[in-house]
């Protein structure tokens, strides 16, 4: 995601992130940590020095994280250890960004344009040729917990909460299906190996109307995995990854990395979720005026652009892609620097009948049937709905996607109201916009609301199409707080790890907790388990455990196995010099926690 929100994430973390009583857990009271990060932790062996010249650094096993109490919304009763009882327990997988690394329709060059005031550094990732394998990783450390690390209840399900594709192509939306029902990876979209910016093709190296220093400025852009290939030895130097930051070799990794094989699936069901790199092209654009034709153009074509013409901005590259004009992108394509790679029919872009109808037609196994989505969302184009957790947990997956364009979210009246009359549905009362409390006479559930987009970063104004009026940051919380049964949401969107407290300052509610986990693609490369626990006390707590994905934390340069692709791509990720670990892995009040509030029935 562009990380335009990521600031004002980082201060209310530091703000918010340091409000937990900060204490650590009898260790009897954790059943099977092994296998997550109150186990042991990777990150960096030595001294952080990301963004500093020569600072590459290796990743090493570091102490486990504690699991953090936190207090603010309900008081802690010591006997809750012996008589809680445990509701639900699922795997919280997001921002998956299975991308097709070798895709024309991808634009690389814009990173170098990337600066604080327009933050694009995610235009281009070392790692992004991993991306089937660190999925592959993560369902394998998945599927081999022995059971929920805090109180030892069995998996019900995973849910992922979007992003699960990057560039929105057909091919991308196939690979996350199949990586976890277990199916066929089609890592090679090319069909001849890697073939993309990070390979060892030199831009024009046969016409002598190119200069060398040409070749460098587009060579020096990418990360090559390869040295430089020798017949270019003296004449090309090696890229500004290695030049500035010490990047190693990794000979022959990409090879590995375009190898398609048969994922393993996960061994318990899962759901999906609507991110807005599945439902706009890029993460940003909708597909009006133009925009699809535009696209499928770049993506299913034969013209890979390299750079962008001199004097061409990133502004205009994207109001071109904006407007979906077609004449712009013969321009592009005359006047800037580019390859001829083969064409792939497969990297089409996908609409919304198409996202649902990939769903729909998963093999039954392991299920269920349409991941969440139905023959209903098929034919309305609506993304949301409700779905049964447990006996007593009621989940509701929304689509905070914007469809009108821009990488945040949005929630709009006419999803509101689904919303509201399915919360009434399990709540036994609730409160009307007046404040006064309304009995309905229903059975009462708790309820887990599950999006792509947190708090924070549901302000976009663009206008939405499918839901034209849109409520604010504040007036989502209001609504929240108007049904007490509504206890905790589930996001991702931001790639980091964060929780937040969200008491209803009419007294309303007793408030509901927001967790926000890492995404697969930067650094941690983590997922997350979350169990629901009734203290039986008059409290609920939520435990929230990060997960690495299996791969060691140690790369080698030989190992180009499946989790030595996911080990190499962490790696990579964690030496980003756009990223600060720190922040990317949040503090430790948004790791590993157990989250205390009053039951509400």
């Known amino acids: 995601m562009p990380r335009t929100s990521l600031l004002l994430l980082g201060l209310l973390a530091v703000l918010g992130g340091c409000t937990g009583s900060g204490s650590a857990p009898d260790v009897a009271a954790v059943k099977f940590p092994r296998g997550t990060t109150l186990e042991r932790s990777i990150g960096l062996a030595g001294t952080p020095r990301q963004g500093l010249k020569g600072s590459y650094s290796r990743l090493g096993y570091l102490p486990g994280w504690p699991l953090v109490v936190r207090e603010e919304l309900a008081k802690a009763n010591s006997k809750r250890l012996a008589n809680r009882k445990t509701l639900v327990a699922f795997v919280h997988l997001t921002d998956m960004h299975m991308i097709d690394a070798q895709s024309p329709a991808r634009a690389p060059y814009l990173r170098k344009f990337s600066s604080p005031a327009f933050d694009i550094a995610d235009a281009f990732r070392c790692q992004e040729a991993f991306t089937n394998w660190v999925a592959e990783a993560m369902v394998l450390r998945v599927n081999s917990l022995p059971a929920s690390p805090v109180t030892g209840a069995a998996f019900s399900f995973a849910i992922s909460t979007g992003d699960n594709g990057d560039g929105k192509q057909t091919n991308e939306l196939q690979n996350y299906i199949n990586v976890l029902d277990g199916g066929p990876m089609i890592s090679d979209s090319s069909g001849r190996g890697y073939v993309g910016c990070q390979d060892d093709v030199l831009y024009a190296e046969n016409d002598p109307n190119v200069t060398d220093a040409e070749r460098q400025a587009i060579y020096s852009q990418y990360y090559h995995p390869n040295p430089v290939p020798a017949q270019w030895a003296g004449r090309i130097q090696p890229d500004s990854f290695k030049v500035d930051y010490g990047y190693p070799d990794y000979p022959n990794v990409l090879l590995a990395a375009g190898r398609d094989f048969r994922a393993t699936g996960l061994d318990m069901p899962w759901y999906s979720g609507n991110g807005n790199h599945d439902g706009l092209v890029q993460g940003n654009f909708n597909l009006e005026g133009g925009t699809l034709e535009f696209m499928n153009r770049l993506a299913e074509g034969t013209k890979m652009l390299m750079d962008l013409a001199p004097g061409t901005s990133p502004l205009d590259f994207l109001l071109c892609i904006e407007a979906g004009n077609i004449e712009c992108l013969d321009r592009l394509e005359a006047e800037s620097p580019l390859r001829q790679v083969p064409a792939n029919p497969a990297r089409k872009i996908h609409e919304t009948r198409d996202f649902v109808q990939a769903h729909l037609s998963s093999p039954a196994v392991p299920g269920p049937v349409g991941h969440g989505f139905t023959v209903e969302n098929l034919q309305s184009g609506k993304l949301y709905y409700a ?215």
């Open 387 to 601: 779905f049964e957790m447990a006996p007593t947990v009621r989940g509701i997956m929304m689509d905070t996607v914007n469809h009108g364009g821009l990488a945040d979210g949005t929630l709009g009246t006419i999803q509101a109201a689904w919303i509201e009359e399915e919360l009434r549905k399990v709540s036994s009362r609730y409160y009307d916009e007046a404040g006064r409390e309304v009995l309905t006479g229903n059975p009462d559930k708790l309820v887990v609301l599950f999006s792509h987009h947190n708090l924070l970063t549901m302000g976009n104004s663009t206008a939405n199409p499918p839901d034209p009026v849109l409520l604010t940051p504040t007036q989502i919380e209001a609504l929240f707080h108007r049904y007490p049964n509504v206890v905790l949401w589930v996001n991702g969107h931001s790639h980091v790890n964060r929780v937040w407290p969200h008491a209803d300052p009419l007294k309303r509610s007793q408030g509901f907790w927001e967790v926000n986990t890492a995404s697969h693609i930067d650094f941690p490369q983590q997922s997350r388990t979350v169990e629901i626990v009734d203290n039986q006390d008059g409290t609920l707590s939520f435990f929230g455990i990060l997960i690495d994905h299996l791969a060691p934390p140690a790369s080698t340069a030989g190992d180009i196995g499946a989790l030595g692709l996911a080990s190499i791509s962490r790696e990579l990720s964690a030496n980003d010099p756009a990223l600060s670990i720190p922040f990317q892995i949040g503090a430790p009040t948004d790791r590993n926690v157990e989250l205390l509030l009053k039951k509400p029935f």
